[in-house]
């Protein structure tokens, strides 16, 4: 029979804990600690030592009198249980919360006064513009309830222009304001998830044809659509969160 001390066993799962507690202290700081439950979930949730650990921290951080930790009676099999529920009856969940800042890029009438000049740009019709400005559809630490979707109205830039592009972008800034750097780089913590294009073929209305981009967020992915109020064309796209958030394919446009 193999016997392992206490002690020994204890450094199998230091590596493994001090990240966990590390990332808790993370979001409970970015939080301001206005959290009340902390749920222990998966095989490791179910595990005495991480409970301890984690009652541990918060002492620490003076909140151990402020927030519940709870252990559900099969942990491992919590987060399975609640992904059926969820495709059973998605509005069990009746708000989520934005982890991080939606949006896409766009350009405005270029204003001297509040904007960069080195985001100038002129159109081939003569339209003097600012460019790669962020325009955001929710904030991060938003509120988002069941079946909300958030829209914004749009115009083409250039009235000869017979479809508009959307970036469809995150970032980890709640007040960005240029998507790229002046030569033409994204900035830091800004990430393209993909493109989505409306066509946009009644070029007698110039640039006055609304254009609207909308983010549902009532299913488990991203439902985004392009719309073009002059035409009635619209386009779809879902964003799939199971694929690497660098990499373009992750919208799926149909």
Known sequence: MLCISYSKMEEFFLGPVANILASLKDILIQLNNDVRTIFLVGGFGGCKYMYYRVQEELELLHVGDKIRIIV????????????????????????????????TETMLTFNQKIHDVRYYHKTKSGEKLCKHLFSPLVIEGEC?????????????????????????????????????????????????????????????????????????????????????????IERRA???????????ENVMQY
Request: proline content about 5%; charged content about 25%; hydrophobic content about 30%.
């Open 72 to 103: 559900p009676d099969k942990p491992h099999l919590a987060v399975v249980q609640g992904a059926i529920q969820y495709c059973k009856n998605p509005e069990l969940i009746r708000s989520r919360v934005a982890d991080t800042t939606y949006g």
């Open 144 to 232: 988002i309830n069941y079946n909300q979707v958030k829209r914004n109205l749009y115009y083409p830039a250039d009235p000869l222009q017979k479809s508009v592009q959307f970036n469809l972008l995150i970032s980890d800034k709640k007040d960005l304001e240029y998507t790229r750097s002046r030569n033409n780089v994204l900035k830091e913590g800004v990430k393209i998830l993909g493109t989505i294009t409306v066509p946009s073929p009644n070029t007698d209305e110039g640039i006055y044809r609304d254009v609207y981009l909308t983010f549902d967020f009532s299913h488990s992915e991203i439902q985004v659509r392009a719309y073009d109020e002059s035409s009635k």
């Open 238 to 248: 879902v964003i799939d969160f199971l694929i690497s958030e660098t990499c373009t």
